[in-house]
């Protein structure tokens, strides 16, 4: 008996097998031929697991973005067995017009490098080992600096895919102040990170609006339901960073700042000096705003806005009290 | 290493091999970034692979083949024969969408890069991707010290600055600096502090009046590695146990790792212990999330919850709820 073929023989087997058929394989060519299924292959039947093996390894060549075509034939259309597999090489190679000078790789590599853990990170490595492919070599490496960039929410992944796909989703949400998480169906068009948080901005389908949304404030999973939706014209990301600008500059609040603090260092390099000892902050988000500042207890007052004094207030009052503090604590 | 990246890598390998003919085993490897055995593995693999040919059988003429003596004598790859690829594979629309976040976020520090090769760059992914890429956007912050620090990591200059550090205690440092990172928008300078002689992590936001120290030598000892993860935990690190309510321990990742050991608390909130420096950190993260988090002990980090929230409190004139 031949020794065992891996997985990634296997695999790559099937990619060379798939590209050098024209009119494509059916099931039963590539299961009876390609190297690591043929050795599994029973000519009499009885080939479940090696078909739902062939079933995983279509979704894995897929994912790297392999354009692997099913065929129907028309005179059998709905026979499965007469479907026909293959990856187009017009739609495989990258076209040939596409070229990236070193400065061009020097940035890419940066970009990609941002994502060194968690979501798209996988990603980033493989479009890195695409760029090494075409054996362009980066301008002067980028030595000692390192940029990174997080997506940790669990929702994440689930709404790329999502606005890929172009699903509606469903997730539970709970906005600051609420006490009920309210279910939202959702349209989603892009995710933008902005002030360091990720938001996914689409089309909310109780409200038929576009709504911004803070992934740190959904609850459960994201649904991807089975509804799809056109995209619509513009530049929905573009757009979505546009109106998160606008309420970042809309929203201002008076804070002072005791001096040579954390809190003078830290919200201090992020504002601008309005008075004695007295900084303005922008920001998008109030109850995310009342975190950041009930966090440096004494060292910060707020001025202005009242809804930001009463937010920082409940903040400090709810952990004094939790901690023994407060009415006849 | 997964399957999937290992099947990228063949797939990336094969076209540059071509284009490249002869190219060292070394060369190779520092190109892709991997150990050289891992090149002569992939070579290897595909040298035995091919297509199931007319015959069905993999003949000789449906499979690769290299210059076996080439590389055995001289470690240079040349291949000799090519089925089925010869580009480079495009895109994935998740690979292109995350060079297209990546390159946001670096675009937006200093001295990298202007709207327009953004906007260029972005095209041609899109046009190099299969599928649309999802719209992903990143407006990133930078730190108006970052360019100064920037330069001198690239520079090797030493720098001087005012430090107030995670103790409220400002004192002048002088280091050497080694690499600039962030983390979104949080930035920091990884450098060996020539005072403490070991390394440290500054916090760029917390750096005042920097200035640079020209024409210093380095004091540094010259095997020194800077390891991965900014935050090393320390013997000295004390242990704190905490109760959480369960909505709120994604967003203490930071703090707890992926995957915190959690125990069930009561309803809707879970116990977890947590390693802290000192104090002063603890009781700002626990102040800031107004009782979502409660430290249950020891005794004087609680108190030291309290009084923090109590001080702060104090100061909108009350001190009651």
């Known amino acids: ?329 | 290493m997964r399957v999937q990246d290992r099947l990228a890598f063949l797939l990336a390998l094969v076209p540059y091999l071509l284009d490249n003919d002869g190219v060292p085993v070394a060369q190779a490897a520092a190109h892709f970034g991997v150990p050289e055995q891992r090149i002569r593995d992939a070579v290897e693999l595909i040298a035995m692979s091919g297509v199931p040919g007319e015959t069905k059988a993999y003949q000789p003429n449906d499979l690769f083949d290299i210059d076996w003596d080439r590389l055995e004598q001289r470690d240079e790859i040349a291949i000799t024969h090519q089925v089925a690829i010869d580009d480079s594979p495009r895109f994935s629309a998740r690979e292109a969408a995350a060079l297209i976040a990546g390159l946001q976020y670096v675009a937006a520090l200093p001295a990298n890069a202007d709207r327009e090769t953004v906007a260029r760059l972005t095209a041609k992914l899109t046009r190099a991707a299969n599928g649309a890429p999802a719209a992903v956007a990143v407006e990133g912050g930078a730190d108006t010290r970052l360019g100064l620090v920037r330069e001198a990591v690239a520079a090797g200059t030493v720098l001087v600055f005012d430090y107030l550090n995670g103790r409220d205690e400002r004192e002048e440092r002088t280091v050497e600096p080694l690499r600039v990172e962030s983390v979104d928008e949080s930035w920091y300078l990884r450098a060996w502090d020539r005072t403490r002689r070991a390394l440290r992590t500054f916090r760029l936001d917390r750096m005042r009046d920097v200035r640079t120290l020209d024409g210093a030598a380095p004091e540094r000892p010259e095997d020194i590695e800077l390891p991965e993860r900014i935050f090393q935990p320390s013997k000295q690190d004390r242990s704190v146990t905490i109760e959480v309510a369960e909505a709120v321990v994604p967003l203490l990742a930071d703090y707890l790792g992926d995957r915190p050991q959690t125990q069930p608390a009561r309803r809707g909130w879970v116990r977890t212990r947590l390693r802290i420096a000192h104090l002063h950190g603890l009781k700002r993260l626990v102040a800031g999330r107004g009782g979502q988090v409660v430290v249950v002990e020891p005794e004087d980090a609680r108190d030291a919850v309290r009084d923090w929230a109590a001080a702060g409190l104090a100061r909108y004139g009350s001190d009651t709820i």
Do not use: C
């Open chain 1, 1 to 329: 008996m031949a020794a065992a073929v891996s997985n990634e023989e296997r695999l790559f087997s099937l990619v060379l097998a798939l590209l050098a058929t024209e009119t494509g394989l059916t099931k039963a060519d590539i299961l009876s031929s390609v190297q690591g299924y043929r050795q599994r292959y029973r000519a009499n039947g009885g080939n479940a697991s090696l078909e739902r093996q062939f079933e995983r390894d279509k979704e894995d060549i897929r994912d790297l973005g392999v354009p692997l075509e099913s065929i129907e034939l028309p005179a059998d259309q709905g026979a499965v067995q007469y479907t026909r597999y293959r990856i187009p090489k017009g739609e495989y190679d990258l076209p040939a017009d596409v070229t990236f000078t070193p400065q061009e790789i020097a940035l890419l590599d940066l970009a990609a490098l941002a994502w060194r853990e968690g979501s798209l990170s996988g990603e980033s490595r493989r479009a890195l080992l695409k760029l090494r492919s075409l054996g362009i070599e980066s301008e002067e490496p980028l030595i000692g600096f390192a940029p990174r960039l997080r997506a940790r929410d669990a929702a994440f992944d689930p709404l790329q895919q999502a606005i890929e796909r172009r699903r509606v989703v469903a997730f539970g949400y709970l906005k600051p102040g609420e006490d009920r998480v309210r279910r939202r169906r959702v349209a989603p068009l892009a995710l933008v990170q902005f002030g360091g948080r990720w938001h996914v901005h689409g089309t909310d389908l109780g409200a038929r609006d576009r709504r911004t949304f803070l992934l740190s404030r959904i609850t459960g999973p994201v649904e991807e339901t089975a509804e799809t939706f056109e995209a619509p014209p513009g530049e929905p990301a573009e757009e979505a960073r546009a109106g998160l600008r606008a309420v970042f500059a809309a929203n201002r609040a008076l804070l002072e700042l005791t001096p040579d603090t954390d809190a003078a260092a830290r919200l201090g390099s992020r504002g601008e000096p309005a008075g004695e000892g007295v900084v303005a902050v922008h920001f998008t988000d109030l109850a995310l705003l009342a975190d950041e500042v009930a966090a440096f207890g004494p060292e910060v007052l707020v001025r202005e806005p009242p809804e930001l004094v009463d937010a920082v207030r409940a903040r400090l009052a709810a952990a004094a009290a939790a901690h023994g503090g407060g009415t006849g604590g």
